[in-house]
Each structure stands twice: as structure tokens, then as C-alpha cells.
Nanobody
Framework: QVQLVESGGGLVQAGGFMRLSCAASGRTFGSYAMGWFRQAPGKEREFVATINWSGRTTDYADSVKGRSTISRDNAKKAVYLRMNSQTPEDTAIYYC??????????????????WGQGTQVTVSS
């Protein structure tokens, strides 16, 4: 099992950037694929980015591709998400997720993942 705690959310100015962190506990963190998802008010949870166990393979949603970077530090049991050029459409609760198989993302069974409690990101125009 793995427990996840997100941090780094808050208020961001449009055009600015955010950097989220996800701290994990559990001895087998390095074996999990990781991902970030987000959920805006009145919308379903959507995929943002995913990274494999080694950090060498990543994938992104089209809406964030080119302005986002997901990374991980297995020694620190942490996953990060940096997103530049923020717009109000990026306002959402951001969730960290862990799964046994890469990739985490659309078309996969979200019920199989471990989830953090989420961190709110609000982008003001």
C-alpha cells in the first residue's frame, strides 16, 4: 500500500506557474507508476500527467502538454508537477495517484489507484 499527500496548491496569477508535490509513504513506492489528475467544479476528474516507475517515461493530456513537467524522486518518495502558463481553465483540485501499471490515465480504471486528498489550485485572471 501507499499513502499520498499533496501540497503546493494555492492562488496563482494567470500566466504564472505552479509546482505541486506529492509525498508518499510505503516501502514499495518505487514500483508504482504515478499520475496527476484534476477535477474542476461540476466536472469529472480528468487526467493530467503520468510517469513510470523509473521516471524515464511520461505522458501528458493534450491540454497541458508542452507547458507541464511531471517528475519523481524515488529516494525521497515524491512526485512533482510543474505547470507553466496557467489560465483560469487550470483551476481545479489536483490529485496525486499511484497505480501498479503505467500509464495512469484516460481509459483506465481509476478505482484501482491509490489517491491523495487533493490540493486546490485557483488561477486568477
Amino acid at each position: 500500500q501507499v499513502q499520498l499527500v499533496e501540497s503546493g496548491g494555492g492562488l496563482v496569477q494567470a500566466g504564472g506557474f505552479m509546482r505541486l508535490s506529492c509525498a508518499a509513504s510505503g516501502r514499495t513506492f518505487g514500483s508504482y507508476a504515478m499520475g496527476w489528475f484534476r477535477q474542476a467544479p461540476g466536472k469529472e476528474r480528468e487526467f493530467v500527467a503520468t510517469i513510470n516507475w523509473s521516471g524515464r517515461t511520461t505522458d501528458y493530456a493534450d491540454s497541458v502538454k508542452g507547458r507541464s513537467t511531471i517528475s519523481r524522486d524515488n529516494a525521497k518518495k515524491a512526485v512533482y508537477l510543474r505547470m507553466n502558463s496557467q489560465t483560469p481553465e487550470d483551476t481545479a483540485i489536483y490529485y496525486c495517484a499511484a497505480g501498479r501499471h503505467y500509464p495512469l490515465g484516460p481509459g483506465t480504471n481509476l478505482g484501482l489507484y491509490y489517491w491523495g486528498q487533493g490540493t486546490q489550485v485557483t488561477v486568477s485572471s
